[in-house]
């Protein structure tokens, strides 16, 4: 089963580029590196997701080395908004995909 | 992609009564998932749903537990006898179309137990 290991929480101010690491060891060879975000008393919203090399949409970007053992969520000039708990999630496949949430890193945005 | 819709927000119910949570999906699914989130603490799988029928459920999913789409449309989750311990957000969450490993989540449902 695939683990993953993130910092619990990161302070950054708004405007600057905020990165973000995963550790995840064990994951599988089919297995996508998936993020999420989620506010308080709100569902984890789907940010971004990839296999390797880097991936960028219109919210984020990630960074997948080619051994996949980590990788890097960055968000491009941060706003207050941007508080908030991010998940790195890797799916596991046992039958269905079931998402083993982590405690995720709580990231906190300064004016 | 639209998300689902989970009715109530917040339900508050007296400690052995039995409650429905229900999801709604904005378009023809099969596949589901349950998770839970007691305050401050860990997004936690209970079950997921496949073509109406059970998949996999976790250990928390005990028998106080069950889930079904009974008109074909809504999914709902039931607590029999509801503990305190069950208070928590219980979040619905679907596939994304053709993409397995990509789940959207509803709003969820605070439940508090008294």
């Known amino acids: 089963l695939a683990k993953t290991t993130q910092p619990i929480s990161m302070d950054s101010y708004e405007g600057q580029e905020v990165n973000i690491t995963c550790s995840h060891n064990?994951?599988?060879?089919?297995?996508?590196i998936t993020w999420y975000q989620q506010f308080p008393s709100q569902g984890p919203r789907f940010i971004i997701q990839?296999?390797?090399t880097k991936v960028t949409n219109e919210v984020a970007s990630l960074f997948i080395p080619a051994d996949r053992k980590s990788s890097t969520l960055s968000l491009p000039r941060v706003s207050l908004s941007d508080t908030a708990v991010y998940y790195c999630?890797?799916?596991?496949?046992?039958?269905?995909?079931?998402?083993?949430f982590g405690t995720g890193t709580r990231l906190k945005v300064l004016a | 992609e639209p998300e689902v819709t989970q009715t109530p927000s917040h339900q508050v119910t007296q400690m052995g009564q039995e409650v429905i949570l229900r999801c709604v999906p904005i378009?023809?699914?099969?596949?589901f998932y349950w998770y839970r989130q007691i305050l401050g603490q860990k997004v936690e799988f209970l079950v997921s749903?496949?073509?109406?029928?059970?998949?996999?459920k976790s250990e928390i999913f005990d028998d106080q537990f069950s889930v079904e789409r009974p008109d074909g449309s809504n999914f709902t989750l039931k607590i029999r006898s509801t503990k305190l311990e069950d208070s928590a957000m219980y979040f619905c969450?679907?596939?994304?179309?053709?993409?397995?490993?990509?789940?959207?989540f509803g709003p969820g449902t605070r439940l508090t137990v008294l």
């Open positions: 378009s023809n699914h099969l596949y």
């Open positions: 990839g296999y390797k």
């Open positions: 064990n994951i599988a060879t089919n297995d996508y």
């Open positions: 969450a679907r596939e994304k179309q053709g993409a397995r490993d990509t789940q959207y």
């Open positions: 749903f496949y073509n109406n029928e059970i998949s996999e």
């Open positions: 999630l890797v799916g596991e496949k046992s039958g269905t995909y079931k998402y083993i």
